[in-house]
């Protein structure tokens, strides 16, 4: 085995997939809610133990703040702080997100554009104004009714640990094995963050950062391949010289 062309493969491998991470997480830079990737890596190592280069190790999810942006649609939430809005998917499945861009459908349900609809709010018929607490409490003004009508509580949720998340193509989180015990509380208590209405929770992408190191992967991939190609040479000219 040609170690400086393996070094030099996995350098090149390593950093293709920093770019293709930053390509995606920029791609979702104005999707709401949208938790960024970080490109995870482990040493690459001979039988004899010696690190010869880096090789893909996945990818971690980042739950860091995103900001958040005020708006003039009542039914949008936010979540200042920690914790994730328990939805529920068409198909009735439990799944969990940042995402706050929330509409009401014909039977009260507060959903996402992907169908998933909010868990524990359901609006009553006739609601013209709904109301959210930062504690997660919704009241609503009802037409035909003089005082507001309850109509369920914004419970937030977190993970013992979020990062193992399964994140899947509808944009939602789902609980693994990994991800440990589902905690259930109140926003604003035991360390969860506030709800806040009409407001949206932008990606938490730093897209000057992401430009940053793009243009960091992009010379180290260079160099790289610089390497490949030097370790090309030599053996190029190793062979020309046994055929000598």
């Known amino acids: 085995m040609n170690r400086a062309l393996v ?6 491998a390593a950093q293709q997939a920093i770019i293709d991470a930053i390509s995606v997480n920029l791609a979702n830079a104005d999707t709401p809610g949208y938790r960024s990737d970080r490109p995870e890596f482990a040493a690459l190592v001979t039988p004899e133990g010696v690190a ?24 949008d939430l936010a979540i200042d702080g920690e914790g994730l809005f328990e939805v529920q998917t068409p198909a009735g499945r439990a799944a969990f997100t940042r995402a706050g861009n929330f509409t009401p459908d014909a039977n009260g349900r507060l959903r996402l554009p992907n169908g998933a609809a909010l868990a524990g709010v359901v609006l009553p018929r006739g ?63 035991g360390g969860f963050g506030t709800v806040k209405q009409r ?12 430009m940053m190191a793009v243009l960091a992967a992009q010379r180290a991939y260079e160099a790289s391949a610089k390497t490949v190609q030097a370790a090309d040479e030599l053996l190029r000219l190793a062979n020309n010289l046994e055929r000598g």
């Open 199 to 210: 407001c949206l929770e932008r990606s938490n992408v730093n897209v000057i950062g992401a």
């Open 127 to 189: 609601t013209t104004q709904i109301t959210v607490a930062e504690g997660g409490a919704v009241r609503c003004r009802v037409a035909g009714k003089s005082a507001e009508v309850i109509a369920g509580h914004v419970r937030l949720c977190a993970f013992s640990d979020n990062t193992k998340l399964r994140f899947d193509a509808d944009g939602l989180f789902y609980a693994t094995q990994a991800s440990g015990k589902c905690f259930r509380g109140t926003a604003g208590t």
């Open 7 to 12: 070094a030099g493969a996995a350098g090149m």
């Open 52 to 75: 010869v280069g880096t090789i893909d190790n996945g990818q971690r999810k980042l739950f860091s703040q995103g900001k958040l942006e005020s708006t003039n649609n009542s039914d």
